[in-house]
């Protein structure tokens, strides 16, 4: 009688475990075809860790349109998460990282200014360039000054605005006028880029060089301006998730996020160059 039960014991137990894997298999299908990928979701499955809480990403200020429209892609594919940004100059947000400035992840206007971060020791990882950036200058609407090359920011009477030099897109610029043998004294050195399109946009300046993204985010605000020499100084930006981030599991996610295919769409319809 012991072994008879013994037997039907093992008997049930084995159709139970028939019973679960079978069901496990049913509802695994099932939640394939029902739960399509939405925007940002490419990062998110159900076997990654839990995504939650407030993800803080310090980004260059030439970033700001389109890292404001992942971040609202990353909420919808993470309803537990909110993100939160500082943009600026990236020598700024770069000095305050290595300052103790709490953020998760920092994405960066150029590897130098990344270089900062990382020769501290506050990044986590190696730095992955994520896409790159071509100046433009961009010029009063309807261009009135009749702007058509790096030299004619150089006539006498001209005002311009540049970056300080300090600052990626300032830094560029530099670049651009050396490869031209021109040299430009700006009225005034920007700590930003978007503080250096705001100085045309509010017609204090005649023209200022920024990114071409910048100029595509401001619309019929200002008049762009190609010039070949941009073409010797193009910036590749670089994103990391930091050493100390309050928020690891989030960062890597946003990372990830900026680095998918939908991710490079929202920055390349923004303007931005492949990496």
Request: hydrophobic share 40%; net charge positive.
């Amino acid at each position: 009688m012991r072994r008879l039960t013994a037997g039907a014991a093992v008997s049930a137990a084995a159709l139970l475990a028939l019973t679960a894997c079978s069901s496990s298999s049913s509802d695994s299908s099932q939640s394939s075809d029902s739960q399509k990928p939405s925007a940002g979701s490419t990062a998110a499955s159900s076997s990654a860790p839990k995504v939650s809480g407030t993800v803080t990403v310090f980004a260059a200020a030439s970033l700001k349109e389109s890292f404001t429209t992942l971040g609202e892609d990353f909420q919808k594919a993470y309803p537990g998460a909110k993100v939160t940004f500082n943009f600026g100059g990236s020598d700024t947000l770069a000095a305050s990282i290595t300052g103790g400035a709490p953020a998760d992840v920092f994405a960066a206007a150029s590897p130098k200014t990344m270089k900062t971060v990382t020769d501290a020791g506050d990044g986590s990882g190696t730095p992955a360039t994520f896409v790159r950036n071509q100046l433009e200058i961009a010029t009063l609407p309807g261009n009135p000054a009749h702007i058509a090359s790096l030299k004619d920011l150089t006539k006498p009477g001209l005002k311009v605005a540049l970056c300080a030099k300090t600052v990626p897109c300032g830094a560029a610029a530099q670049n651009a006028l050396t490869a031209s043998g021109l040299k430009l004294t700006p009225v005034s050195y920007e700590q930003d880029v978007k503080s250096a399109l705001t100085k045309v946009e509010l017609k204090e300046v005649d023209a200022s060089v920024v990114y071409r993204t910048d100029v595509q985010a401001a619309g019929g605000k200002v008049d762009g301006v190609d010039f070949p020499e941009s073409a010797k100084a193009i910036n590749a930006y670089p994103i990391v998730a930091l050493k100390n981030a309050p928020n690891a599991t989030a960062a890597q996610a946003f990372i990830a996020l900026v680095r998918s295919a939908e991710g490079q769409k929202v920055l390349g319809e923004a303007g931005f160059l492949k990496p």
